[in-house]
C-alpha cells in the first residue's frame, strides 16, 4: 500500500472517476437545499437526491464526489469503537442510467488494488454479495479475478427502505490481520459475520435495479426501467487502512487535533483517556462544518443537536482535566487539517471561534450546578432508574441533552425513561402554547393589554415632537389608573418610532408641569398601538394626562440616516456582486449600521471599495428621498424591493431614491440623500454559508473613522521618514523589496552553510550492512534545514541513508533521506522515521527517499537508534 494523506486519498478518488468519465460534483452544504425531510446531509447520495428523482438533469450521469455528512443518531457509540463518527465524508460514484454492474465492480476494485492508484495487496480483500445475485459473482470472480474463497454470499446484501427503488448490493472488506483477532478466528469472522475488528468494510457498490415492495416476495420485484449505481466508502475508514491507524482516529485527519487538545489537558493520548480525545476529535469537526455551512446553537432542530454535540464534547473535556472553554481554541486546527479541500473554513474562523466559546461559557455556567443535582440524583436512585422528571429538570433549567444525561446514567449503571421525558417535554408545550396567548416582543404582552384596542396613532414621521392625551397605563401586566417609577404608556397619537425592520426605538422624554418622564424603548402591541416603556422621575402619571412628547433629536436623526444608507448599501451592493443580492437582517441605530445579505462568495477589498464610492455617490448626488402609500399590487408593479419572507398588509408604505433605490419601508428616513453626509464602510464578514455582514457609519461618525485612519497613516509615514502620506506606498513596497533581497541573501548564506555542515557530517558515516549510514544528532536545526542537508547527501551517494534527529523540550524529530540504490535494496525513509517516532510515543512518516517525524518522549531515542540500526542490518 501506498503512504498517502488524508487528503490525497480523497483527491485521488475523485481523480480516479474523473478519469472514468465522472462529472466531480462539488460537495453539497451539510443543512439540506430545500429538502424538508432530512435535518442534515447524512450521505453522498442525499446530496444528489435532485438528480435521482428526477426534478434535475445532471450535466453528466456519470457523478462522483466527497460529501461531508452528519449523523447522530449513534453519537453515545463515538469514541468508544474505532469508527463511528458525528462528521465523516462519504466517497461515492454514482449512475444515473448510465453504467451498471459490469462497470461499477471493476472501478472499486481497480482504484483499491491498483499501482497507479491505492495499491492495496488483493489477498487482503473480501467480498460480500446477495445470495441470488449471480451477476455480481460472475464479474467478481471472471473479470476482477477475486478467489471464489474470498467471497461470502449473503441475504444481508440486499438495500431497499420500503416501497421504492433498491436491489442487491455489493460490499468490499480489508483484512487487517491476526493483530486485530485475538481469539484468533481467522476468515470464521467474515464468512459467518461476526462482530470484529480485523474484516472492516471499505466500499458498499449498491445495484438499484428493483421496484421494491416488503408486502410480497423479493422474486416478485419488477426490474426498473433504468438501473442506477449508488456507491458509499467512508474517507476516515479508507485512510485509516491506508495510514495502518489502530482506529480511523489515528491518522492525520484527527491526530493533529487530537495533539491540539493535549496542550490544554492533564492527561496525555493513552490508556482510559482516549475515548475522551476520540470524542472531542470528532465533535469539533462536526461543529466547524456545521457553524461554517449556516447551522448555529439552539434549543430546537439541527441547532439543538449542535448545541448537544459540543456540550457532550466539554464534558469529555472535563475527564480530561480541561476546566476552562478550550473548543474554540481548536477551530484554526481543524481548518488547517481540512484547508486543502474545503478552504471556506478560514472565512469563518473568528465567528465559529466567538460562537464555539460563547456556547462553552454558557454551559460552564449551569453545568456545575445541573452536575451536582445529577451526582446527588444518582446517588439516591433506586430501582436502578432515574426519574424522567430529574431528566427534564436537567434538560430544562441546566442545558443538559437528553442524550448526555442518559449517557451519564449508563457509566453509573442507570437507565431513563424517554418516555417519561417526553412527557414531561409535552407538559411544557402546552404550557408555553396558552402562554403565547399573552405573550409578544416587549416583555410580556398579557390579557389586558391584548384587550385593549383604542387606536394610537403614529405622526413620527413629520414630527418629532407633538402633545398627546394618556389612553392607557400598565404596571407588571396590568392596566393601571396612575403610575410611578416604570411602567408602559399609551398616547392617542405619538411621536415616538417603535422598534421595526431593524431600526431602533426612539427614545426621549414626555412631560408636563406636574409630570416628566424618560422614555426608554419603544414597541407595537398585538393591536398596532405604540406602548412607550417609561421611568417616571417626577410626579405621578394619571389616565387622561395631557404631555408634551419630545423625541432625542439628535438620535433619531443619526438613526435616520443610518437607515437611508442601509437602502442605499443594499443598492450599491446589486451594481458590484449582481441582483442575486437579498437582504437577511440588518440593524440601524443611532452609532452605526449593521446589513446582512445573502452571496456565494468572499467580497474582494476592490469591490467593497466599488460599493463604498457608489454609496457616496448616490449621496453626493442629493436624491430627493420621496415616501408614499400604495397598495401592494401596485407597489410590486413599481418595481419596489420588499424584503424576502415578510408578510405585508393590503397597503405598503414605499421609499424611494432617485434612481438609486426603491423598497418596502416603513422606517424613518432623511428627505434627501444629501443629509447622509458620508458612509464609511467599517467592516464585512461572513456570518454564516453564504451570509455576509457590512458594518457602516455615517455623518460625523464616517468623518471621526476616516480621520483615525488617516491620523494612523501619518503615524507610519512618520516612522517610514516620509514627508506625506501620499509617499507611504511607494515607500512600502521598497522596503518589502529590500526586505526580499536580503531574505534571499540569508537563504543564499545559510545554504552555503548547509552544504559546509553536510560536507563535514559525511566523514561521519559508517557501512552497515552493505549501506552507507549516517546517524548523527543535530543542534540548532529545524526540520525544514535537516531535510535539505539530508537531500543535499543522499543526491551525492546514492547507497547513503541518512538519519537525523533532533531534541527539544523532551521531543524529537526524525529526518531520513535515502538515496536510489539503497531505495533499491528495500531502504525505506518513511518506515525507518515512523518506527523510531512510535518508539518514542509519536507518529508520522513520509515518501521512501525523505520522510520526517515527530516523538513526545526523547528518554526512548537510544532505544529508536538501536531499532534504526538492527532494521537496516535486517535488510
Known amino acids: 500500500m501506498k503512504q498517502l494523506t488524508g487528503n490525497q486519498v480523497r483527491q485521488m478518488f475523485l481523480d480516479y472517476f474523473a478519469s472514468k468519465g465522472h462529472m466531480i460534483e462539488p460537495g453539497a452544504s451539510l443543512i439540506p437545499d430545500n429538502d424538508p425531510t432530512l435535518l442534515w446531509i447524512n450521505a453522498g447520495v442525499a446530496a444528489l437526491k435532485k438528480y435521482f428523482d428526477g426534478s434535475q438533469k445532471p450535466r453528466c450521469n456519470r457523478i462522483a464526489n466527497a460529501q461531508k455528512s452528519i449523523r447522530t443518531n449513534d453519537i453515545e457509540n463515538v469514541g468508544k469503537t474505532a469508527r463511528h463518527h458525528t462528521f465523516f465524508e462519504m466517497l461515492g460514484n454514482f449512475s444515473i442510467g448510465d453504467y451498471f454492474k459490469e462497470e461499477a465492480i471493476p472501478f472499486a476494485w481497480e482504484f483499491l488494488t491498483s499501482e497507479e492508484w491505492m495499491g492495496i495487496d ?105 438501473k442506477n449505481i449508488d456507491t458509499g466508502m467512508g474517507l476516515e475508514r479508507l485512510v485509516a487502512l491506508i495510514q495502518d491507524g489502530e482506529t480511523n482516529f489515528d491518522t492525520d485527519l484527527f491526530l493533529p487535533i487530537i495533539h491540539a487538545t493535549e496542550k490544554y489537558a492533564k492527561y496525555p493520548y493513552e490508556g ?34 449542535l448545541r448537544r454535540v459540543l456540550r457532550r464534547a466539554a464534558r469529555y473535556g472535563l475527564k480530561l482535566g480541561i476546566d476552562e472553554p478550550f473548543l474554540y481554541k481548536l477551530v484554526p486546527v481543524v481548518n488547517e487539517v481540512m484547508k486543502d479541500f474545503y478552504p471556506y473554513l478560514q472565512e469563518h474562523t473568528s465567528m465559529n471561534e466567538k460562537l464555539i466559546k460563547n ?65 414531561h417535554m409535552q407538559e411544557q408545550k402546552e404550557r408555553a402554547r396558552n402562554a403565547r396567548n399573552t405573550k409578544d416582543s416587549f416583555n410580556a404582552q398579557n390579557e389586558a393589554l391584548m384587550n385593549f384596542t383604542t387606536p394610537s396613532e403614529f405622526v413620527g414621521y413629520d414630527t418629532l415632537a407633538c402633545p398627546g392625551q394618556v389612553i392607557a397605563l400598565f404596571k407588571e401586566g396590568e392596566m393601571v389608573d396612575s403610575l410611578q417609577g416604570e411602567g408602559e404608556v399609551i398616547f392617542d397619537q405619538t411621536c415616538f418610532y417603535a422598534e421595526s425592520g431593524g431600526q431602533v426605538a426612539d427614545t426621549g422624554v414626555i412631560e408636563n408641569e406636574e409630570v416628566k418622564a424618560d422614555v426608554v424603548d419603544v414597541q407595537k402591541t398585538r393591536n398596532s398601538q405604540h406602548l412607550l416603556k417609561v421611568i417616571v422621575q417626577e410626579g405621578t402619571l394619571h389616565t387622561g394626562d395631557i404631555l408634551e412628547q419630545k423625541v432625542d433629536a439628535k438620535r433619531r436623526m443619526k438613526t435616520t440616516a443610518n437607515h437611508s444608507c442601509t437602502h442605499l448599501l443594499q443598492s450599491a451592493l446589486k451594481k458590484v456582486l449582481g441582483e442575486h443580492i437579498q437582504q437577511a ?60 419572507n415578510e408578510k405585508y398588509g393590503d397597503t405598503v408604505r414605499v421609499v424611494t431614491m432617485g434612481d438609486a433605490s426603491k423598497e418596502f419601508c416603513a422606517g424613518t428616513h432623511v428627505n434627501n440623500t444629501s443629509a ?116 543535499d547527501l543522499k543526491g551525492k551517494d546514492a547507497n547513503l541513508i541518512v538519519f537525523f534527529y533532533a531534541i527539544n523540550n523532551d521531543k524529537v524529530v526524525f529526518v531520513s533521506g535515502v538515496g536510489k540504490e539503497a531505495i533499491a535494496k528495500k531502504a525505506n525513509a518513511g518506515t525507518l522515521v515512523k518506527s523510531a517516532a512510535q518508539i518514542c510515543k509519536g507518529n508520522g512518516g513520509g515518501k521512501p527517499d525523505l520522510a520526517q517525524a515527530g516523538g513526545k518522549d526523547a528518554s526512548m531515542i537510544q532505544e529508536a537508534i538501536d531499532f534504526v540500526k538492527a532494521s537496516i542490518q535486517s535488510l
Open 122 to 226: 488483493k489477498d487482503r480483500l473480501y467480498v460480500s454479495v446477495y445470495t441470488d445475485d449471480e451477476d455480481a459473482y460472475r464479474i467478481w470472480t471472471e473479470v476482477c479475478k477475486v478467489d471464489p474463497s474470498h467471497i461470502l454470499k449473503t441475504d444481508e446484501n440486499f438495500w431497499e427502505i420500503g416501497k421504492g427503488p433498491g436491489g442487491p448490493d455489493s460490499e468490499i472488506f480489508f483484512d487487517r490481520g491476526e493483530k486485530y483477532d485475538p481469539e484468533h478466528l481467522g476468515e470464521r469472522l467474515f464468512f459467518e459475520e461476526l462482530e470484529n475488528d480485523r474484516y472492516v468494510e471499505v466500499w458498499n457498490v449498491v445495484f438499484s435495479q428493483f421496484n421494491c415492495d416488503p408486502a410480497i416476495d423479493r422474486k416478485e420485484y419488477k426490474e426498473l426501467p433504468q
Open 272 to 305: 482510559e483517556y482516549k475515548m475522551a480525545y476520540r470524542v472531542i476529535a470528532d465533535h469539533i469537526r462536526t461543529i466547524v462544518f456545521a457553524l461554517s455551512d449556516g447551522a448555529n446553537f439552539s434549543n430546537s432542530g439541527r441547532g439543538y443537536v
Open 359 to 423: 456556547e462553552e461559557e454558557t454551559f460552564k455556567k449551569t453545568l456545575k450546578v445541573g452536575q451536582s443535582m445529577l451526582d446527588e440524583e444518582i446517588k439516591n436512585a433506586k430501582d436502578g432508574k432515574l426519574g424522567g422528571d430529574v431528566v427534564f429538570t436537567l434538560y430544562d433549567t441546566y442545558g443538559f441533552p437528553f442524550e448526555l444525561t442518559q449517557e451519564i446514567a449508563e457509566e453509573n449503571g442507570l437507565t431513563i425513561s424517554r418516555q417519561e421525558f417526553d412527557a
Open 585 to 644: 437582517g440588518s440593524f440601524v441605530g443611532p452609532d452605526y449600521l449593521r446589513f446582512d445579505f445573502r452571496h456565494f462568495e468572499k467580497i474582494t477589498p476592490e469591490q467593497l471599495h466599488e460599493v463604498e464610492a457608489i454609496v457616496n455617490s448616490y449621496i453626493e448626488n442629493a436624491y430627493p428621498v420621496t415616501k408614499e402609500i400604495m397598495a401592494i399590487e401596485d407597489a410590486k408593479k413599481s418595481g419596489a424591493t420588499a424584503l424576502f
Open 676 to 791: 447622509i453626509g458620508v458612509c464609511k464602510i467599517i467592516g464585512e464578514e461572513s456570518i454564516g454559508s453564504d451570509s455576509r455582514r457590512i458594518s457602516a457609519k455615517t455623518g460625523f461618525a464616517a468623518y471621526q473613522e476616516f480621520a483615525n485612519e488617516h491620523q494612523q497613516l501619518e503615524t507610519i509615514a512618520d516612522a517610514l521618514k516620509q514627508k506625506s502620506i501620499k509617499e507611504i506606498d511607494q515607500k512600502v513596497i521598497s522596503t518589502m523589496d529590500s526586505y526580499k533581497e536580503l531574505q534571499k541573501e540569508a537563504e543564499k548564506m545559510n545554504n552555503q552553510i548547509l552544504s559546509l555542515k553536510s560536507n563535514e557530517w559525511i566523514k561521519d558515516q559508517e557501512e552497515i550492512n552493505g549501506f552507507h549510514v549516517l546517524i548523527k544528532a543535530i543542534k540548532n536545526l529545524d526540520g525544514k534545514e535537516m531535510k535539505e542537508i539530508a537531500t
